[in-house]
């Protein structure tokens, strides 16, 4: 059963303390955490003065490595006791509590970026989770997503295996054809898939600034 939008909530908030320390030894489908952060870094070019916002901060590990000094970096996060974290380590940051479903922001951005963070939005809601992030994004705004992601079906069932007792049953990893089709009704084009770990992939998209809120592909 797919763990609910509550049940992650309290998760990431009991898990919020030892988050950090957990990670540097990463395993199961988070193995080689640290490794596909460092390697998503290089597929995104930060310009001077640019806003960027982290979904699904945590406690702002991918945010740190993108951004430059002179970047403003907004972050919302499902779990309260993450954004307490994260305001510690970075108390420059404009933190909010807020999802893919409900950003809770009233910004646009030139970057949204996000870690390990859209496995978690339920699968009906997916679509319109990329549609909020093309609305929020300005005209030229670019989106980089790396997650816990399959090339098919197949590729899930063999990782399943793979993992074993760590497998997360109450997850819903994206199939990489699926959610390049998402990106594409929502928004976005260009995509860039990279593989970045056993059980990664990084997707970096631009904003088709032809197609608006009106267009049929809403």
Known sequence: MLRSTKETKELF????????????NASGPLLGYEQSL??????????????????GIGTGAFSSLLSETDTEVW???ISEDMVIQCEKKHPEYYLKVGTFSEPNVDQTFDYIVSSFCFHEVLPDQRKQALQNGSDLLKSGGKLLLLDIMFASKQAV???????????????????????????RETGFINAHWIQTGPYHWAVLADKNN???????LK
Request: aromatic share 8%; charged share 30%.
């Open 157 to 183: 069932q063999d990782g399943k295996e793979a993992i074993g007792e760590y497998w997360d049953s109450t997850g819903d990893y994206p199939i990489i054809g699926e959610l390049d089709a998402m990106l």
């Open 75 to 77: 972050g919302i996060d």
């Open 38 to 55: 460092a390697i998503s870094k290089e597929l995104l070019s930060i310009k001077k003065n640019a806003k960027l916002l982290d979904i």
């Open 210 to 216: 032809e197609i608006t809120r009106n267009s049929p």
């Open 13 to 24: 908030n009991q898990w919020a303390q030892s988050y950090d320390q957990d990670l540097e």
